[in-house]
């Protein structure tokens, strides 16, 4: 084994541990205590249907609660087109 | 307003005017000046006078004559070369040492957060 | 009229960034009429938006944090659902930095790009990577700063890719991007850490429901490795020389705001967002106490230093323009991280009180750190300029084939000398006022970071007499002998950063009373940050 | 590419109009029914790319220019931000969703809790929906026509 | 404890395998199949912090009624994804450009003039 890939084992073992640790410290899938409520997604799931009229909750958090970081997905797509349409283009007039 | 741009930074054991330091420039352009006047005035384009004199040796190309960039520094660059051969060692060039540098960085400050 | 402005002024967080994405999405459409009407077209759109920036900075300065809500006037804070825009004094002093830039690199173009192809959308592009830089360095929001994390990254990347005939810059632009995508992955890793422990994405909220368990240790450390990755930090800086000497250099220009706005990320969240666990005791022995402040401080200082190190001597040894003026880019964001880490690690506690405060030279390392981040964003911006100045007339970038170009671009060599005074911190330029602080203040944390500093800022000053005496000075040579001076429009951007390189330089005092100062005072102050937008806190 | 056989060529025609019909419809029903904007878009650009697919690259191109897909992606993304600034301009604010409870179009307040859905309501977001839906189709498709024209175009990586 | 969390385990796992596959191919194309595999697990993440035991999705329209899932992550791995497919279009564009002029895809060979 050469040295980076020495390396670069022993790295990802420290890496690995403490990210499956980070996985055994997450809140219990799926499960909710008493001091842990989502309450920024219980507000939601209240009020979408009379804040934005959308009867779909993911569509009002997409296009109105959370609108301007559609707009930023939306451009990030324009922009990737446009990269796209750059890079293939002809280099002569 | 004009008082507060024209006003002096300190840092504790230095300051900066620059009003002063415009002073200071002008003081430097009058003695240089001073010191141009004494040059010689006889000199003339044209003549032999523009001429480069390497001890009587016809000069060389003027492509020659430039001392390119990598032999700037040379002796520097030589006395230091294993300094240079490890960086260069790091330069690999290889996207995916660049991500590994990422992954040792990452493990690094886990091992400091986690240990301590 | 006054109440035109106000109205201004209070959507000017939102016009900030809908003004450049609304010009993008049109110059596409523009371009199909005229080059002439676009070109002009897309400067107006970047001078709009800095006069909308200019406003908006002008109002945070005077009258303290901005918040701006997309979507309701009368927002629930209670929880915090919608997206906030937070303007502090930091915010205001990047969204400077971030909206000089373009315009200059947009007046550059004009002559720069005249010969190229897909020139609209190249503009698109610039307008775009604006947009985004402005976006991160305004936003409240976790989320919404990755989103525009990701449009910087990708729309640089395919502005570094500009010329895909030059395999350099293909495979920089490739490297570029796998680089900022995973850095991006990351932030968005540490993100969703963040909801499921908070459940709440904004930055204030998140900041302030912060403790410092093991989960917040790890998104911590996540943040900061992506974000200092994708700030060029050493070791992670390999990608900095390809991409910047890949791209064009009026992108290139460009692409140093988004460095510094990542940098900026780095800023918020070690100030702001961990503000109030500063000084948790980690762990102590006897009386010396291990806080986190320490621990990063500690961090970051060694990287400044290796950074610092290494970009200089790889700089000394380079023999291509770009790529040699890419390294000292590298050193100079080791300068600024060298003070913020310095000041970091002087975060305490005084005898008596509970409220943290910093050591005075720690302050003064902040001031010299921030300051040279809009100082390094000039210098570095005109030199790559001067490059691609030289670059344009030569069709060369490496330095064993250029020489005597001062003969025959006069303008171009005085830009020249003024950046290479500036990017080794001689007077009277910009970079001997924050160089000279930052010398000072981590003079008091440890005399060798100063000496280090010092030492490394004359080799700096060696590298660029190095490309002064090899492409500038030295007797005409047959491969620049029908060279002639670049178009007006390049003349002219370089000139304004030229300008403001001198203004910087010969009032200091001034700069840092006005932009520097409440930039720092944001910094220190997270939880004014925090009650901006949850109120009374 | 030059396009695969007769068979498939008929067949995608004719499942064409329906792949676009069913995108439509996830795009109109977007603020009702799981789907909206990106999902429908997406799955009409997947047609499309479908014909691509079958007709070939130089075919395709012929009848769809990219530049004709750039204007039409640069026209939705305009609908869209320009949607946003309109709430500025009527309502006070970026992004509000001004037509939700007016008197325009799009403005039936649902009732809360389970019901059938109405389309005439949620104010802005079914025409954000309709941009998004149109600036994805003409993207996706964009990326994909160009990507293979260019590499048909390039053959197989000789200089 | 340890069995409510096997779906973060799982998703973790995913991520490394991304990081792995960038950090030991050399193959270009499997280096961005690394890159779409740590998306992949950025995403699966955040949508498993967004489910909520016994619950429907979080949409009215004729609905049974009872708990409903987080509406927030959707709405953000929508977002992502759409990152991810931009950012994958790019790569695979640089990677034909790079293809063209290096005529290999080990990323060992792929570099600059001066390193």
Known sequence: ?93 | ?116 | ?537 | MSGMSKIVKTISSIAFPFVMIYGLYIIAHGHLTPGGGFQGGAIVASGAAMILVSYGSVWTMGKVKEKKLSILESTGAIVFIGTAILGLLFAGVFFNNFLFDSNLIFNIVPVKGSTVGILNSAGTLPIMNFAVGLKVVAGLFAIVLVMAYATTKMGGGKK | ?115
């Open chain 2, 1 to 116: 307003m004009l008082d507060q741009i024209i006003s002096t930074f300190e840092t504790g054991s230095g300051f900066w005017n620059p009003l002063v330091w415009l002073t200071a420039l002008v003081i430097a352009f009058l003695i240089i000046y001073i010191v141009r006047g004494f040059g010689k005035r006889e000199y003339k384009k044209g003549t032999d006078q523009t001429q480069a004199f390497l001890s009587g040796n016809p000069e060389y190309e003027k492509d020659k004559m430039h001392v390119k960039a990598n032999n700037v520094y040379w002796g520097f660059t030589e006395s230091l070369k294993s300094v240079y051969n490890f960086f260069g060692k790091m330069h690999t060039g290889n996207v995916s040492d660049y991500v590994l540098w990422f992954v040792i960085i990452m493990g690094i400050l886990f091992l400091i957060f986690g240990v301590i």
């Open chain 3, 1 to 537: 009229m006054n109440d035109i402005l106000s109205i201004l002024i209070n959507h000017s967080p939102a016009l900030i960034v809908a003004v450049p994405l609304f010009g993008a999405f049109l110059t596409p459409l523009v371009g199909m009429i005229n080059d002439k009407i676009r070109n002009i077209f897309v400067i107006f759109i970047t001078l709009l938006t800095g006069f909308f920036t200019v406003i908006l900075v002008n109002e945070v300065f005077t009258n303290g944090i901005k918040t701006y809500c997309f979507g309701a006037e009368n927002p629930s804070v209670n929880p915090v659902v919608r997206i906030f825009f937070e303007i502090d004094g930091m915010s205001a002093f990047m969204a400077l930095i971030a909206v000089i830039l373009p315009i200059v690199a947009v007046i550059y173009s004009w002559g720069f790009a005249k010969e190229e192809t897909g020139q609209s959308k190249y503009y698109t592009l610039i307008l775009l990577m604006t947009a985004g830089i402005l976006g991160m360095v305004l936003t409240g929001d976790m989320f919404n700063f990755f989103v525009f994390l990701e449009i910087t990254s990708i729309s640089s990347a395919a502005l570094v890719a500009f010329w895909t005939n030059k395999k350099n810059s293909v495979q920089a632009a490739f490297k570029y991007i796998v680089i900022s995508s995973i850095g991006a992955l990351m932030v968005l890793f540490a993100v969703a850490i963040f909801y499921g422990q908070y459940n709440a994405l904004n930055m204030a909220v998140i900041a302030n429901n912060i403790g410092f368990g093991f989960l917040d240790k790890i998104a911590l450390v996540v943040l900061i490795a992506a974000l200092t990755m994708k700030a060029a930090i050493a070791p992670m800086h390999m990608w900095l020389p390809d991409a910047y000497s890949g791209a064009p250099s009026p992108v290139t220009v460009v692409i140093v705001g988004t460095t510094l706005a990542s940098l900026y990320g780095v800023f918020r969240v070690v100030f702001t967002i961990y503000g109030k666990q500063f000084l948790t005791i980690l762990r102590s022995f006897g009386d010396f106490a291990v806080t986190p402040s320490l621990l990063i401080g500690v961090f970051i200082v060694v990287l400044a230093v290796l950074t610092i190190v290494i970009g200089v001597f790889m700089a000394l040894k380079s023999n291509d323009f770009k790529r040699m003026i890419g390294y000292a880019a590298v050193a100079e964001i080791g300068y600024m991280i060298l003070a913020v880490g310095s000041a970091i690690s002087t975060y305490f506690i005084p005898t008596g009180t509970t409220t943290v405060t910093m050591a005075e030279h720690g302050k003064m390392a902040l001031t010299g750190g921030i300051f040279h981040m809009i100082n390094d964003a000039l210098d570095i911006g005109l030199l790559f300029l001067v490059a691609g100045a030289v670059y344009y007339a030569t069709k060369e970038t490496s330095l064993n084939k250029l020489g005597g170009l001062s003969r025959k671009m006069k303008y171009t060599t005085v830009f020249f000398l003024i950046g290479l005074f500036a990017v080794s911190g001689l007077p009277p330029m910009n970079g001997f006022a924050s160089k000279l602080i930052i010398y000072q203040s981590t003079y008091q944390v440890n005399p060798i970071l100063a000496i280090v500093a010092i030492l490394c800022s004359i080799m700096l000053l060696a590298v660029f007499v190095k490309v002064f005496h090899s492409a500038f000075l030295g007797p005409e040579i047959s491969s620049t002998k029908n060279v002639k001076e670049v178009p007006k429009s390049m003349l002219i951007a370089m000139g304004i950063l030229a300008a403001l390189i001198i203004f910087f330089g010969l009032f200091p005092e001034f700069v840092i009373t006005n932009i520097v100062e409440p930039a720092k005072n944001a910094l220190l102050n997270s939880s004014e940050y925090i009650s901006a937008i949850l109120g009374g806190v």
């Open chain 1, 1 to 93: 084994m050469s040295k980076r890939n020495f390396a670069a084992v022993i790295f990802f073992t420290i890496v690995a541990v403490f990210l499956f640790f980070t996985a055994l410290m997450m809140h219990p899938f799926g499960i909710f205590d008493e001091d842990n409520q989502p309450e920024m997604d219980d507000h939601i799931i209240d009020n979408s249907q009379t804040e934005t009229g959308a009867n779909n909750a993911v569509t009002g958090v997409v296009f109105d609660y959370r609108g301007f970081d559609t707009l930023g997905e939306a451009t990030v797509l324009f922009t990737a087109v446009a990269g796209v349409i750059l890079v293939f283009r002809r280099l002569k007039k």
């Open chain 5, 1 to 115: 404890m340890m069995t409510f969390n096997i779906p973060y385990i799982a998703v973790i796992g995913l991520i490394l395998v991304g990081l792995i596959a960038v950090v030991f191919k050399r193959n270009l194309i499997k280096i961005v199949i690394g890159i779409t595999l740590i998306e992949s697990g950025v995403n699966l993440f955040l949508i498993t912090l967004g489910y909520r035991e016994n619950s429907i999705a979080p949409i009215y329209t004729s609905s049974p009624g009872g708990l409903m899932s987080l509406p927030v992550p959707q709405a953000l791995t929508l977002t992502s994804i759409v990152i991810g497919v931009a950012v994958l279009a790019l790569m695979i564009s640089f990677i034909v450009h790079i293809y063209r002029h290096y005529n290999t895809l080990d990323a060992s060979k792929i570099r600059g003039d001066e390193e």
